[in-house]
């Protein structure tokens, strides 16, 4: 256990004492036109893509357990009028 910690401690000071300078990414920085930020759009927009696909796929199983509910039980939803 104190073995992995000195690894661990020693994998963080790495960074800090190598001296080498730290660099904002391209989004940070300003340059939207880098491959890094159009790689970073086109990640955003497939989890955004993702993320519809499973709210619409949800949405669309309701709305077919609404419509098989009630083909199986006509009586229920359309109540007939009686004739005058």
Same mark, same amino acid.
């Given at each position: 256990?104190?073995? +992995?910690?000195?690894?661990?401690?020693?994998?963080?000071?790495?960074?800090? +004492?190598? *001296?080498? #300078? +730290?660099?904002? $990414?391209?989004? $940070?920085?300003?340059?939207?036109?880098? #491959?890094?930020?159009?790689?970073?759009?086109? *990640?955003? !927009?497939?989890?955004?893509?993702?993320?519809?696909?499973?709210?619409? $796929?949800?949405?669309? !199983? !309701?709305?077919?357990?609404?419509?098989?509910?009630?083909?199986?039980?006509?009586?229920? /939803?359309? #109540?007939? /009028?009686?004739?005058?």
């Amino acid at each position: 256990m104190k073995l +992995l910690r000195k690894l661990l401690m020693a994998a963080m000071l790495v960074p800090v +004492l190598s *001296g080498s #300078p +730290l660099f904002a $990414c391209a989004a $940070c920085y300003g340059r939207t036109d880098s #491959p890094l930020a159009e790689g970073m759009n086109w *990640g955003i !927009f497939t989890l955004l893509g993702v993320v519809l696909t499973v709210l619409t $796929c949800v949405a669309v !199983f !309701f709305v077919h357990i609404v419509r098989k509910e009630e083909a199986s039980n006509p009586d229920a /939803t359309h #109540p007939e /009028t009686p004739d005058v």
